[in-house]
Structure formats: structure tokens, C-alpha cells
């Protein structure tokens, strides 16, 4: 667990209201826990918030009714309570993003994932999908034909307009 998640679970009720964390103290609490001073720290905080809303670049993310409430918030076009005093216009254009429980409902919904009954999730498909785009994109060296050596004639080159197929 990573020392923003605590701070912002700290700004959490137990019924999953999560209005506070946009709070100026929550976001004071989460400056003063940096170990080196922030360029931009507002611009760090909005970018740690909304990367654990989406579960991206490693970060957790947050539970489900924490997320939803915090996504209802976020998604007002205003500026954040904690901006509001400092003339920074964060959140001023609201949150288009998806959260991290969001889309995975969407995912389940239309079939691309699907529940083991251990409770994992899986992708359908992706597997096979991801090898064939390899074959496709995979070219073996031998066949290739070099300008400065034609030998051999090789059907990924066009010897009327001197170019190789497949863009390469």
C-alpha cells in the first residue's frame, strides 16, 4: 500500500463517502508526506488522485463505493475544494475518465473479460488475438533481401519499384 493511499483513505467515511479527499487539509496532509519539495504540486496531487481512480501506472485503486463517490465529485465542473482559495483551475473541465471498477463492469458486460470461480478475472480471446498479430508482424532475417546483396530473389522485395513489402 503506497503512502498517498493511506492519506486518502484517511479522508475516508466508513459508508464509502469520499468527498473529503478533494479537502485543502487532505491535500496539505498529502504535500507534507512527499519527501523532496513538489515542483507542481498541485498538478502531482491531481495526477496521483485520478491514477488511483483508474487503478493506472501501478497505483491502486480505491473500492468500489469509494470510487463512486469520489468520481460523482470529481466529475463536477468546478474547481476542486482544495484549489479553490490558491487561483489553480483543477477540475475546473470535470473528470471524463472512467474509474478502475467502472470499466471492468463495462468489460463484463460486453464479454471481453469474464469471472473464474476463483474469483479472478480473465481475458477472453487476448491470447490468441496477441499471437496472431506476432505472425503477422514477425518477418525471419533469412528472407529478407539487402540492396547490396541480391543473390537470392525474395518475395518481400519488388525489384520494379526497389521497395520491400510489410514496410521494411
Not at 470535470?94 to 469471472?115: M, Y
Not at 525474395?154 to 526497389?162: A, Y
Amino acid at each position: 500500500m503506497t503512502l498517498s493511499y493511506k492519506v486518502f483513505m484517511q479522508f475516508c467515511d466508513e459508508d464509502g463517502d469520499a468527498t473529503k479527499i478533494l479537502s485543502r487539509e487532505c491535500y496539505e496532509k498529502w504535500v507534507s508526506t512527499r519527501k523532496q519539495p513538489l515542483k507542481q504540486p498541485q498538478e502531482s496531487f491531481r495526477r496521483v488522485l485520478t491514477a488511483h481512480v483508474c487503478g493506472m501506472d501501478g497505483r491502486r485503486a480505491f473500492p468500489e463505493k469509494v470510487e463512486t463517490s469520489l468520481l460523482k465529485a470529481l466529475r463536477k465542473r468546478e474547481v476542486w475544494e482544495c484549489f479553490r482559495e490558491s487561483g489553480v483551475s483543477i477540475g475546473i473541465r470535470g473528470f471524463r475518465n472512467t474509474g478502475f471498477h467502472e470499466a471492468n463492469k463495462r468489460k463484463l458486460a460486453s464479454g471481453e473479460i469474464s469471472i473464474k470461480k476463483n474469483g479472478k478475472c480473465t481475458k477472453k480471446g487476448l491470447k490468441r488475438q496477441r499471437s496472431v498479430e506476432f505472425e503477422a508482424n514477425t518477418v525471419k532475417r533469412a528472407h529478407l533481401v539487402y540492396p547490396y546483396n541480391m543473390k537470392h530473389v525474395s518475395p518481400l522485395f519488388n525489384p520494379v519499384n526497389n521497395q520491400y513489402l510489410l514496410g521494411l
